[in-house]
C-alpha cells in the first residue's frame, strides 16, 4: 500500500517561496512509469495540477506555473518537494500530493495514491 504525506509551513508571506514535502512510503518514487504530482485546491474552486515529477526525475509544470514552480526530489529520503515562489493570497489553497500514470490531469479519479492534503494559507 502506498501512501503518501504532505509537509510544510501551513502560513506563508506574500512574496516568499512556498516550500512543501511529499514522503512516500510503501512505494519507490523512482518507479516507472508513474508520476508524482502536486494539486491544488483554492477555497471554492476545482482541483489543479501543478506539475510533476517522473520516475526518471524528469519534471513537467503547469503552464501557467511553470515560471514560478519548480519539483525535486531526494530518492535517498523517498520524497519529492514543490517549490512556489512570489506566492499571493489567490496561492491559498489545500495542495496535495498524488500518484499517477498521465500528466496535466485535476481529476481525482485519475490518480489511484493521493496524500491527505495540506492548507497553506498565504498572508501577511
Known amino acids: 500500500q502506498v501512501q503518501l504525506q504532505e509537509s510544510g509551513p501551513g502560513l506563508v508571506k506574500p512574496s516568499q517561496t512556498l516550500s512543501l514535502t511529499c514522503t512516500v512510503s510503501?512505494?519507490?518514487?523512482?518507479?516507472?512509469?508513474?508520476?508524482w504530482s502536486w494539486i491544488r485546491q483554492p477555497p471554492g474552486k476545482g482541483l489543479e495540477w501543478m506539475g510533476a515529477?517522473?520516475?526518471?526525475?524528469?519534471?513537467y509544470y503547469n503552464p501557467s506555473l511553470k515560471s514560478r514552480t519548480s519539483i525535486s526530489r531526494d530518492t535517498s529520503k523517498n520524497q519529492f518537494t514543490l517549490q512556489l515562489s512570489s506566492v499571493t493570497p489567490e496561492d491559498t489553497a489545500v495542495y496535495y500530493c498524488?500518484?499517477?500514470?498521465?500528466?496535466?490531469?485535476?481529476?481525482?479519479?485519475?490518480?489511484?495514491?493521493w496524500g491527505q492534503g495540506t492548507q497553506v494559507t498565504v498572508s501577511s
Open positions: 510503501g512505494g519507490s518514487i523512482t518507479t516507472n512509469p508513474y508520476y
Open positions: 498524488a500518484r499517477g500514470l498521465h500528466l496535466g490531469r485535476s481529476a481525482r479519479y485519475e490518480y489511484d495514491y
Open positions: 515529477i517522473a520516475g526518471s526525475g524528469s519534471t
